[in-house]
């Protein structure tokens, strides 16, 4: 069935390292992907999107990769910080299912200081 | 600009007994999102609304679930009865997008919901 999901769920990395989050994805008329991070006892918090008629983008720290051929996502962290330390969600818009967004399973983030 | 408002925080039920959770999204956001998060998972939608008309409760379980969005502002979302598995964290989101155009979705704290 359509789903969004994570290739690992646990990641610990070293404080300053560079960090690579992965995410498949199965629906291919999926047009828009979205990461969100969400801290203990908090909602999930926009980190940054993309959309399909793009392959990367890039904010503050982070990047996001989409390669539509084989249907994944990353999200790459500059200069991992102890305040990165979270879950990190991506997430699908299928915007024929009235902008529904299907989040995946989640990947949890540890920095070591 | 004020972010999304859940209430309660926190709520310790036991089976059968009935619950309620209240969001109030940001202004003018137009439409508005129920979730569901169980330990573990990513969040589940339950019901979608577009100003206070639903556009997608597909997921959500009708026979004990049930969620209004009155004048289009503020939502409840009502359990009764309530199961051992509807222990999760309620997330509710908004956003300032209709149907057609992208954006992100804003999200309030969450109630945790525990059912004994």
């Known amino acids: 069935g359509e789903s969004v999901g994570l290739h690992l769920p646990t990641l610990s990395v070293q404080e300053g390292d560079n960090s690579i989050i992965n995410c498949a994805y199965s629906?291919?008329?999926?047009?828009?992907f979205i990461w969100y991070k969400q801290e203990s006892g908090k909602g999930p918090q926009f980190i940054i999107d993309i959309r399909s008629n793009m392959d990367k983008r890039q904010g503050q720290r982070v990047t996001v990769l989409l390669n539509k051929t084989v249907k994944h996502l990353s999200l790459q962290i500059a200069a991992t910080q102890p305040g990165d330390s979270a879950v990190y969600f991506c997430a699908e818009n299928q915007e024929t299912s009235y902008d529904k967004v299907i989040f995946g399973p989640g990947t949890s983030l540890s920095v070591i200081p | 600009e004020a972010g999304v408002a859940q209430s309660p925080r926190y709520k310790i039920i036991e089976k059968r007994q009935s619950v309620a959770f209240w969001c109030n999204p940001i202004s003018g956001h137009a439409t508005l999102y129920w979730y569901q998060q169980i330990l573990g998972q990513g969040p589940k939608l339950l019901i979608q609304?577009?100003?206070?008309?639903?556009?997608?409760d597909s997921q959500l379980p009708k026979d004990r679930f049930s969620a209004e969005r009155l004048k289009g502002v503020d939502s409840t979302l009502k359990i009764q009865p309530a199961k051992l598995e509807d222990s999760a964290v309620y997330l509710c989101?908004?956003?300032?997008?209709?149907?057609?155009?992208?954006?992100?979705?804003?999200f309030g704290p969450g109630t945790r919901l525990t059912v004994l």
């Open positions: 989101a908004s956003s300032p997008r209709t149907s057609g155009s992208y954006g992100e979705q804003f």
């Open positions: 629906n291919s008329a999926s047009d828009y």
């Open positions: 609304f577009q100003n206070n008309g639903v556009v997608d």
